[in-house]
């Protein structure tokens, strides 16, 4: 029984309306059903090519010798005409280019028709052939192919077009006639892009037949073991991950598709596999890639909503950076600290820490401190000074009766209760931290926060992804805060500590 692609039919497409009609294989008139046109047909003849095809079977030249041009060829993109290319999206035509590409075609028929000897017509209605094919309904595909086949006198674009022939027919079960076309094609080619036409045929009448053997036999068990054109070299692949499926390595299969869809997307490869419709190729293979490209994409979100999860402090956790951040912040509390003691003569602190430290200083000394500032001229208008200086409280010096004025100008004099500076300033630190405290607890519970707000819909993500990839969601890492506890911690430590040496130094000195 004759099918779309028999090989004993002929279907051409008219010379008025380029619809398709039947046409007896010997030639004569046709009435095109679709604009009544009469169709006046020569007798299809392939002698020449079938000649050619014979000739090439029994050719001297070694496989290995084959190979070696074939793979020395350039395996780069295909050049079409400048005006076609820019019809492309991809290597495909874009359809919003199809009427413009039909009637280019007809034109391009016509022209071929009454004789026209110039290549640059052929080549071009031979691309606009290739490209159009894929966009019109099936019967419409074959009466452009067979047209084309008939018209072009190019043997490598005869070939090509019988070769596309021939895959369609076995894409649609139809293995004579799949074999019929092929018998006027050169077997043997050494030209890269006819040698990869036969080779994506034939492979393809393999996989209608369900015989991976035959498939490996024409691609190779692995990419790269023949040479193959760039562009059937994406189809040819899917061919050879069928045949891997076919011959029961369906894992492998499965890997080689992860990779094609890294490196196009699931989309283009699953477009790439519709292409060979009806024939189903790697079914079970394409189902476990997009599952296991699932999982990885899963597997890797999952992964950064735990990272960015790990990175939101929670709970005491949301303290550390506050605590860490707290003694620069004294730092800086300092310097406007120091400039109101030096321009001021005041201490905003009112010289608390004298307190702790004045019954130190003296037997009778006593808190808390006044400070002044003692500047001495160097210059017509240059003053200098050491520095804001601190006295303690003692029953012989009220200080809290001296003016700032008076207390400058007995400042030498009331070095026996004077405290160091180095004390002073270390004992203003830890006040300040002190006072400080409160504040970067609050400034870490308000972060806790924040962070507990930001963390909500960040678990429930990563819940919904370890279900589905039906394990428990990972639990948070409860040894980060020890972990980052001392470096939080070692700041305010060595702070302290600093702090501290100040204060026993200046009382020792």
Not at 100 to 126: C, I, P, Y
Not at 339 to 362: E, K, N, Q
Request: charged share 20%; with cysteine.
């Amino acid at each position: 029984m004759n099918t779309l692609y028999s090989h004993a039919i002929r279907v051409l497409a008219c010379q008025s309306c380029g619809a398709p009609f039947d046409a007896a294989i010997a030639g004569g008139q046709a009435k095109c059903s679709y604009c009544s046109a009469i169709n006046v047909v020569t007798r299809r003849d392939e002698r020449s090519d079938l000649s050619r095809a014979q000739e090439a079977l029994g050719a001297a030249m070694s496989e290995s010798e084959r190979f070696a041009q074939l793979r020395h060829q350039n395996q780069g993109p295909e050049n079409l005409p400048a005006s076609l290319a820019a019809w492309l999206s991809g290597r495909t035509l874009n359809r919003a280019f199809l009427p413009q590409a039909q009637q280019d075609w007809q034109m391009g028929r016509q022209e071929l028709a009454a004789g026209s000897g110039a290549f640059s017509v052929a080549e071009r209605f031979f691309w606009l052939s290739v490209l159009i094919v894929d966009h019109v309904e099936p019967r419409r595909q074959r009466a452009t192919l067979e047209t084309a086949a008939e018209l072009l006198t190019d043997t490598r674009h005869r070939h090509v077009v019988r070769c596309m022939l021939a895959r369609r027919a076995a894409q649609h079960g139809d293995a004579q006639a799949a074999v019929d076309w092929l018998a006027t094609c050169n077997p043997r080619s050494t030209d890269l892009i006819t040698d990869t036409a036969f080779r994506y045929a034939s492979a393809t009448l393999a996989a209608s037949r369900n015989d991976p053997v035959k498939i490996f036999e024409w691609l190779g068990h692995r990419p790269g073991d023949v040479p193959l054109a760039d562009r059937q070299q994406f189809a040819c692949e899917l061919l050879r991950v069928h045949a891997l499926e076919l011959s029961g390595r369906g894992a492998e299969a499965a890997t080689d598709l992860r990779v094609w869809i890294a490196r196009f997307g699931a989309e283009a490869v699953q477009g790439a596999i519709r292409n060979h419709a009806p024939l189903e190729l790697c079914p079970n293979a394409m189902a476990q890639a997009l599952r296991d490209t699932s999982n990885a994409k899963d597997e890797a979100q999952l992964t950064r909503l735990g990272a960015e999860r790990a990175q939101l402090r929670l709970g005491l956790a949301a303290l550390l950076p506050s605590l860490r951040r707290l003694p620069f912040l004294v730092l800086l509390l300092m310097v406007p600290m120091m400039v109101i003691r030096c321009a001021g003569d005041a201490d905003p602190l009112a010289g608390s820490f004298g307190y702790a430290l004045c019954p130190a200083v003296c037997d009778d000394c006593a808190g808390p401190t006044r400070t002044v500032t003692v500047w001495h001229q160097t210059g017509p208008g240059e003053w200098t000074t050491d520095g804001a200086w601190f006295f303690c409280q003692t029953p012989d010096m009220p200080l809290r009766d001296m003016s700032a004025a008076e207390l400058e100008v007995r400042a030498r004099d009331l070095g026996r209760a004077q405290l160091s500076g180095f004390a002073a300033n270390g004992a203003t630190f830890l006040m300040l931290l002190l006072l400080a405290f409160p504040g970067a607890l609050i400034s870490g519970v308000r972060a806790g926060m924040r962070n507990a707000k930001k963390a909500e819909p960040i678990d429930a993500q990563v819940a919904a992804l370890a279900q589905r990839l039906g394990r428990a969601p990972p639990e948070p890492d409860k040894t980060m805060f020890l972990m980052r506890l001392p470096g939080a911690l070692t700041p305010v430590a060595v702070c302290v500590g600093v702090a501290l040496l100040m204060i026993a130094a200046g009382l020792l000195v």
